[in-house]
T-cell receptor, first 116, second 117 residues
Framework: AQKVTQAQTEISVVEKEDVTLDCVYE???????LFWYKQPPSGELVFLIR??????QNEISGRYSWNFQKSTSSFNFTITASQVVDSAVYFC?????????????FGDGTTLTVKP | DAGVIQSPRHEVTEMGQEVTLRCKPI?????LFWYRQTMMRGLELLIY????????DSGMPEDRFSAKMPNASFSTLKIQPSEPRDSAVYFC???????????????FGEGSRLTVL
C-alpha cells in the first residue's frame, strides 16, 4: 500500500531562514510520482512540483528546491530565505502509476509559520 | 481560463439535513475527484470519475454519501442525512486524461467548507 509520512507537524522559522520539509514515502510500484502542494490560509491547494520515480535529479525553482532520493525513499522540500508569504500547510503526495492509478495519497501536511 | 469551480464555499447546516456540494471541472478534463480534508484524517480520496462514470468509490465513508456526474461539466456530492462528523472541507479536483490521472496531475477547486451542527 502506498503511504506518505511527513513527520514534522509544525515548523516555525524567522524570515530569511532556510527551512526543509521532510517527506518519506512507501510504495511497491517501480513507477510512481511524487508531488508537493501548498495550502495557504485561504484554503486552496496549489500544485508546486511533480517528479517521476525515474528522475532523481534535484530541482530548483527560485527559492524552492527539491531533493529526491530513492535510496531513502525521501522527497524533501527546501525553501531558501523564507518569507512570511511562505506560511502555509505543505503536503507531500504520492501517486502510483499502476497499482493505485488515479488515487493520490497525501501526507498529513506540515504547517510552516514564517515570522517577520 | 477558469479553474475547477466549487459551490458553496461555506455551508452550515443542522444534523439530519441534506447537503449537496457542487463541482464544475475544467473544461475538457476527463477525470474528476472528490477529496475530503479533516484535521483527524487529512486529505482522503472519496471517489473519482472517468468520463462521467464512477471508477472507484471505495473511499466513500458510508451509504449516507453519494456522488453523481450527470455530464462532463457537473458533479455533485450529497450527504443525507448529515452528521456533525461530516464537518470538513470537501475538495473537487479534475485531471485532463488517463495519463494525468495516473501521474497525479490534479487541479483542485477552492473547496467547500461544511459545518454540521
Amino acid at each position: 500500500a502506498q503511504k506518505v509520512t511527513q513527520a514534522q507537524t509544525e515548523i516555525s522559522v524567522v524570515e530569511k531562514e532556510d527551512v526543509t520539509l521532510d517527506c518519506v514515502y512507501e510504495t511497491r510500484d517501480t513507477t510512481y510520482y511524487l508531488f508537493w502542494y501548498k495550502q495557504p490560509p485561504s484554503g486552496e491547494l496549489v500544485f508546486l512540483i511533480r517528479r517521476n520515480s525515474f528522475d532523481e535529479q534535484n530541482e530548483i525553482s527560485g527559492r524552492y528546491s527539491w531533493n529526491f532520493q530513492k535510496s531513502t525513499s525521501s522527497f524533501n522540500f527546501t525553501i531558501t530565505a523564507s518569507q512570511v508569504v511562505d506560511s502555509a500547510v505543505y503536503f507531500c503526495a504520492l501517486s502510483e502509476a499502476v497499482t493505485n492509478a488515479g488515487k493520490s495519497t497525501f501526507g498529513d501536511g506540515t504547517t510552516l509559520t514564517v515570522k517577520p | 481560463d477558469a479553474g475547477v469551480i466549487q459551490s458553496p464555499r461555506h455551508e452550515v447546516t443542522e444534523m439530519g439535513q441534506e447537503v449537496t456540494l457542487r463541482c464544475k471541472p475544467i473544461s475538457g478534463h476527463d477525470y474528476l475527484f472528490w477529496y475530503r480534508q479533516t484535521m483527524m484524517r487529512g486529505l482522503e480520496l472519496l471517489i473519482y470519475f472517468n468520463n462521467n462514470v464512477p471508477i472507484d468509490d471505495s473511499g466513500m465513508p458510508e451509504d449516507r454519501f453519494s456522488a453523481k456526474m450527470p455530464n462532463a461539466s457537473f458533479s455533485t456530492l450529497k450527504i443525507q442525512p448529515s452528521e456533525p462528523r461530516d464537518s470538513a472541507v470537501y475538495f473537487c479536483a479534475s485531471s485532463p486524461d488517463e495519463w494525468g490521472a495516473a501521474t497525479g496531475e490534479l487541479f483542485f477547486g477552492e473547496g467547500s467548507r461544511l459545518t454540521v451542527l
